[in-house]
């Protein structure tokens, strides 16, 4: 797997679906022994299985691979594209390309949350475009559901079995992709509180804090429930002339905010905002910075656009949700 293969022009997006540990190192270890010899930063982003199983292969060379157990590097998606940027800013280096073996966890994730990864791993073709880095999604076929397998190669445009890289016929553009693969929708309640249509940001902030409040949310919690449906809110409301209708409801251990916008016409949301964290400070403040804040600080946030109407769906952890105590 000859590093100059992959050239510098821009990001190189590889899935490798695997069904044994020899297949796995098979994939890994020339990919990670010709970054070393080419001089550049490989970070292995894998299960403790497979680190141990890749250090153990490497002997001495193990020295150089950055590791990190994926179940820590980065919780959520709108985290582990953080944590992508964040490697490669750390550890890039002029005239080389950062490699990355990225293994997302998907043992145990709710249909929602799985659809939420799906588009991810798609939309990192747009979010990282531009960057001189090499990833390889790892697939383990032995515990991977079936549809998470299939979607692997059409959000990957190659597939790597061990050095013989495959075109993906399957592949899809990551915009169709991410409209096609959407989490079930919150379902709103009778019981739903509404207000709206309205512009007034300052007025949807307080009754987002009153919800939460109502919901039972104290705290460093209100306040972050408060901010959040700020943030959103004002993300959906830059386009001129548009106007928000707010509503709210909870479900166990969440309150879950629905900001949905009328108008104006063509002003859809991208399918990947927000996923990028904000530039470094002193930069000038980016179109998409309160979006990023909002999906970091909300257990998800789902935006769809239709015509002239867009939803964003908001779900904050309640009183109820114990990993947030």
Known sequence: MAADRAGLAGFVHHACLYGSDAEFLAMAVPFVE????????????????NIELLREALGEGAHHLDTAETAYFGRRPVERVSAFLRYHGR???????????????????????????????????VLLADLPVWMICPYDTRVVPGDVAEAAVATHPVRLDGERQTPCDAYADPADYAAAVQGPAPCAPHSARGTGPTADVPELRRLGRERAAGAGLTGNRLALAELAVHEAAAYLLAPEGARLTLR??????AVVYELRRTGPEGAAVPPFAGYRPP?????????EDGLWLARSLADFVEVSTR??????????AGPGDAERL
């Open 279 to 287: 530039a470094p400070s002193g930069d000038a403040q980016g179109a």
């Open 34 to 49: 010709d970054g070393f010899a080419a001089g550049e930063p490989v970070l292995a982003a894998t299960t403790p299985a």
């Open 307 to 316: 015509g002239p109407e867009t939803v964003l769906t908001l779900r904050m």
């Open 248 to 253: 709210s409801w909870e479900e166990p251990g």
């Open 91 to 125: 550890r890039a280096r002029p005239g080389r390309r950062t490699r990355i073996i990225a293994e997302p966890v998907w043992g145990g994730r709710s249909a929602r949350q799985t659809a939420e990864w799906k588009r991810m791993e798609s939309g990192l073709n």
